[in-house]
């Protein structure tokens, strides 16, 4: 090939290759957008499972019990006398359930409590009735009214109300099944129902313990 063709033949490949355009591929947002919405869904997936399905090592060994996720509970250590420990689980609305206490000295008595009297002061507690939202009929009585008596082999105890205000209902079914108090006192074999007034609650929660602070003055006796 001479000089001249080979010239005249880099010209056309020149001039050929400069007419050429560069091609450009669209790429739709919707495409891209269509990609990351699995990835979108998955991360959501994710976050939502962990909201709902708690960690095994964060679960409690036993579930809550309908008092502990209801009431908030207090406790009165040494109540007017020494070993006479009270509680008082407090719902949200403002009644107050009161018992004894896990480590009330009538528990210690060989054979525990045997049987519950509510004739005590000058009524029967457990006549009172009330009815109607404006608790018709409800007696008004200081934190340190006696509810009624718990008795056991060899003595008996004062049970009083812990908190002043309202007596709404006292739990009669322990007249007949005292040994309630022995195996659920904190939940079937509960004394009375109480509503103070919200100014007397707060006087009144000064004077009680939380359960951290019970458990803490009651480790060397408390069973837990």
Known sequence: ???????????????NLENVKPTIVA?????????????????KDEELRKLLVPKLENLPISPPSAVESNFVTYFAPDFTKPGHD???????NGLCIIGLAPTHIAFKDEGGVTSVDFNVGK????????SGKRKKNAQHFESNT?????????????VRCCVKGSLLEV????IKQPELLNS????????????PRPADWIKAKTTLLGIEEYRELRKDTLQL
């Open 1 to 15: 090939m001479t000089e001249q063709n080979a010239d005249e033949t880099n010209t056309v490949q020149t001039s």
């Open 27 to 43: 790429c739709s947002h919707s495409d891209t957008a269509q990609k990351s919405e699995p990835l979108i869904e998955e991360l």
């Open 86 to 92: 009270q509680y008082v689980h407090r719902h949200a």
């Open 123 to 130: 009524s029967d507690r457990s006549g009172i009735k009330v």
């Open 146 to 158: 006696a509810l009624c008596k718990a008795c056991t082999k060899d003595a008996s105890y004062i």
């Open 171 to 174: 739990n009669d079914r322990l």
């Open 184 to 195: 659920s006192a904190d939940r079937e074999g509960y004394i009375a129902i109480m509503m």
